[in-house]
């Protein structure tokens, strides 16, 4: 079992760009993963964990409906955003600046093979980092992601998440507002759920800016944690 996870930090980057670096990972992944089942390799298999930030896009995942983007192709343009539709679970979901998107491809045969208790980890490393700004998130039942104010009328999502797993091998995952616009979030009915309302990190703390970096180290810190798992920082080379 190798729980060593190598993370790439890809900075602002096309959604479309890292969706294609997402899948050529994962199937480097899934085909040793077949070789080594086949006697025809005795290779452990690498776990990655992307983190990026996207230029303004929708994507959609397969269960998702096409009339929870609120807007047409030229409003689109003209917000300089795009849309995608993906392989991932859930409906629709924004991306952006100041948002921290990561991506966790990971062998769970490394971990564990529970789908579900992936998820409640990837929720609960982002509880616990927010809980270090002051924040008490939580998990809103029956829906993914992590909240705000649960049960009452100003529940608000603050991460959303979406996996997609090939024997137990993982892609696509969670969404932080951390520095987001919240305006892009009136154009879609966010993970097709009416009257919740969306918030970002900055915006509870009542700051400008929040320092990403300083984030993404608390986030990483809980992951291995949690998985426990060594994280490697690799040099980004896409």
Not at 111 to 122: A, M, N, Q, S, V
């Amino acid at each position: 079992m190798n729980k060593k996870v190598l993370v790439q930090d890809l900075g602002l980057k096309d959604y479309k760009e890292t969706w294609d670096y997402q899948e050529e990972l994962f199937k480097q992944t899934v085909d040793l993963k077949i070789k080594n089942r086949r006697g025809q390799a005795n290779e452990p298999t690498p776990n990655h964990f992307l983190f990026v930030e996207h230029p303004h896009v929708y994507t959609l995942g397969k269960s998702g409906d096409f009339a929870n983007l609120l807007i047409n192709e030229e409003e689109l343009a003209a917000k300089n955003a795009k849309f995608y539709k993906i392989n991932r679970g859930g409906d629709i979901t924004y991306h952006g600046p100041g948002q921290i998107v990561g991506y966790p491809i990971l062998d769970l045969d490394n971990f564990f093979t529970d789908i579900h208790k992936y998820l409640r980890f990837l929720e609960e490393m982002v509880i616990l980092t927010l809980a270090e700004y002051g924040l008490k998130a939580e998990r809103s039942e029956g829906e993914t992601g992590v909240w705000l104010d649960v049960g009452t009328p100003f529940a608000r999502k603050i991460c959303a998440m979406g996996v997609r797993a090939s024997r137990w091998v993982t892609m696509h995952g969670f969404a932080l507002n951390v520095n987001a616009d919240l305006g892009y979030f009136d154009l879609m009915i966010p993970c097709g759920i009416k009257d919740k309302a969306v918030t970002s990190l900055n915006v509870e703390l009542g700051k400008q800016e929040v320092d990403l970096e300083e984030v993404k180290g608390k986030l990483q810190k809980h992951f291995e944690v949690l998985f426990e798992a060594e994280l490697i920082k690799q040099k980004t080379e896409v």
